[in-house]
């Protein structure tokens, strides 16, 4: 049996936290506002993960009120995202993720967000695509007032 499932988040961009996209930290002016690191494209890929297996969503199974997720590594929580994934049968088959940012720029930071990726999956670099897009200049994203993913992900039992 395959399953699809589909992953969004958005964090604001602010002054004083650091940056941290596809698990790695990018050097830039501003970070995401989070209860966690508000890492957005790990988020997204969480989501989707956890729609495909029909389980809900992330603030369901790590909320944002919770005390041991306050500042929480999200490569943490899409390893436990994945251990519910294998408790009930199901094994990764491959991501195709999108990052929405003016700045920085995303790709050339693609190639080390998908060995981070791949290396907490336990997977192949190749199963996981990154891509990258602003929004010209348009709506949120566009005036740089924050960042936002999309992750579309395949699963098998």
């Known amino acids: ?3 699809v499932g589909m992953g969004f ?9 650091e940056l941290w996209l596809g698990g790695i930290k990018i050097e830039h002016t501003l970070g995401l506002l989070g209860h966690s690191d508000a890492d957005v494209l790990i988020h997204a890929i969480c989501d989707a993960l956890l729609g495909a297996a029909n389980m809900r969503d992330i603030g369901f199974h790590f909320p944002d009120t919770a005390e041991e997720t ?35 720029k995303i790709n050339p930071h693609v190639p080390a967000m998908k060995a981070c990726l791949a290396n907490v999956l336990d997977t192949d670099e190749e199963n996981i695509s990154i891509k990258a897009t602003t929004t010209e200049k348009l709506g949120f994203t566009g005036r740089e007032e924050g960042i936002s993913a999309y992750a579309v992900v395949l699963i098998e039992k």
């Open 70 to 104: 306050d500042g929480i590594d999200s490569k943490i929580l899409l390893r436990k995202t994945m251990a519910l994934l294998k408790e009930k049968g199901y094994r990764l088959g491959n991501i195709d993720a999108t990052v929405c940012a003016e700045r920085p």
């Open 1 to 3: 049996m395959i399953r």
């Open 9 to 17: 988040d958005v964090h604001k961009l602010v002054e004083g936290r």
